[in-house]
């Protein structure tokens, strides 16, 4: 029977690949809104876990073909930018259309087969997608073996394969997850500014004419003024020199600059 791992870059799903990954298939539903970092993540994993089971193992990338006003998309950020409206805590499309979905009409195609999903033995009170698709055996090896999340960071630290994200990857690999934090999308300000303008160019081509429509949240002010409010805080009366990269300065032949 073919196997599959439900894959997502994190610490049980790496664990699970390193534990059952032989002649299995890992896959990554890809939503093509992931962090930059999320992507290096996935290929570094690859990389390792080929290596670790001597070429029997394999990594696939899933992307959802989505109707969005009439026009087929392959990205979340592509949806949002045409639907005008995020996902959140009350409507999660992201995760049932460009996850769920994705790896469903995967399924349906193989056969029949097995679907191995990451929730650790401390997670008793949580329940996976489980009898989606009727001819797959959905399975969670890591409650069935006993490992906690803490086998599995330990596990996971032996072979160098912890994830080690930054600070603004605390919730999720999605650039404008709706679960990120405040202090997950300040962080972005000063390390991926060309991602949060990303958000801040999707908020606003959401907004009606008097700007109050949708913001990603809605106890934060306007992603612009989130930002500059951000830039500020770290380089106060600064902030205007914030994007100064076409400046060039010198310190002479030493250094090369």
């Given at each position: 029977m073919k196997r599959f791992i439900a894959f997502s870059g994190g610490v049980e799903s790496t664990a699970m690949c390193l534990l059952y990954g032989k002649g299995a298939t890992a896959v990554f539903t890809d939503t093509g809104s992931e962090h930059a970092e999320m992507y290096k993540r996935i290929d570094k994993v690859e990389k390792a876990l080929i290596d670790f089971h001597s070429g029997d193992f394999s990594l696939i990338r899933l992307r959802a073909s989505v109707t969005a006003k009439g026009e087929k998309v392959d990205s979340l950020t592509a949806y949002v930018n045409r639907m005008q409206f995020f996902p959140s805590g009350a409507d999660r499309f992201c995760t049932s259309r460009f996850k769920i979905q994705p790896l469903d009409l995967f399924l349906k195609s193989i056969g029949e087969c097995e679907l191995l999903i990451g929730l650790n033995a401390d997670e008793t009170d949580r329940e996976g997608n489980h009898g989606l698709v009727s001819h797959v055996n959905y399975r969670y090896p890591l409650q069935e073996n006993g490992y906690t999340r803490q086998d599995c960071v330990d596990l996971l630290e032996k072979h160098d394969l912890k994830p080690d994200f930054p600070a603004y990857m605390r919730r999720g690999g999605c650039i404008f997850c709706p679960f990120k934090s405040k202090k997950e999308y300040a962080a972005?300000?000063?390390?991926?500014?060309?991602?949060?303008?990303?958000?801040?160019?999707l908020e606003e081509n959401a907004q009606d004419k008097r700007g109050k429509y949708y913001r990603i949240r809605s106890n934060m002010p306007a992603m612009r003024e989130f930002i500059d409010l951000e830039k500020n805080n770290l380089f106060g009366d600064l902030a205007p020199y914030y994007d100064a990269s076409e400046e060039q300065y010198s310190c002479g032949v030493f250094c090369h600059r």
């Amino acid at each position: 029977m073919k196997r599959f791992i439900a894959f997502s870059g994190g610490v049980e799903s790496t664990a699970m690949c390193l534990l059952y990954g032989k002649g299995a298939t890992a896959v990554f539903t890809d939503t093509g809104s992931e962090h930059a970092e999320m992507y290096k993540r996935i290929d570094k994993v690859e990389k390792a876990l080929i290596d670790f089971h001597s070429g029997d193992f394999s990594l696939i990338r899933l992307r959802a073909s989505v109707t969005a006003k009439g026009e087929k998309v392959d990205s979340l950020t592509a949806y949002v930018n045409r639907m005008q409206f995020f996902p959140s805590g009350a409507d999660r499309f992201c995760t049932s259309r460009f996850k769920i979905q994705p790896l469903d009409l995967f399924l349906k195609s193989i056969g029949e087969c097995e679907l191995l999903i990451g929730l650790n033995a401390d997670e008793t009170d949580r329940e996976g997608n489980h009898g989606l698709v009727s001819h797959v055996n959905y399975r969670y090896p890591l409650q069935e073996n006993g490992y906690t999340r803490q086998d599995c960071v330990d596990l996971l630290e032996k072979h160098d394969l912890k994830p080690d994200f930054p600070a603004y990857m605390r919730r999720g690999g999605c650039i404008f997850c709706p679960f990120k934090s405040k202090k997950e999308y300040a962080a972005m300000v000063h390390l991926v500014p060309e991602e949060i303008d990303l958000v801040r160019k999707l908020e606003e081509n959401a907004q009606d004419k008097r700007g109050k429509y949708y913001r990603i949240r809605s106890n934060m002010p306007a992603m612009r003024e989130f930002i500059d409010l951000e830039k500020n805080n770290l380089f106060g009366d600064l902030a205007p020199y914030y994007d100064a990269s076409e400046e060039q300065y010198s310190c002479g032949v030493f250094c090369h600059r």
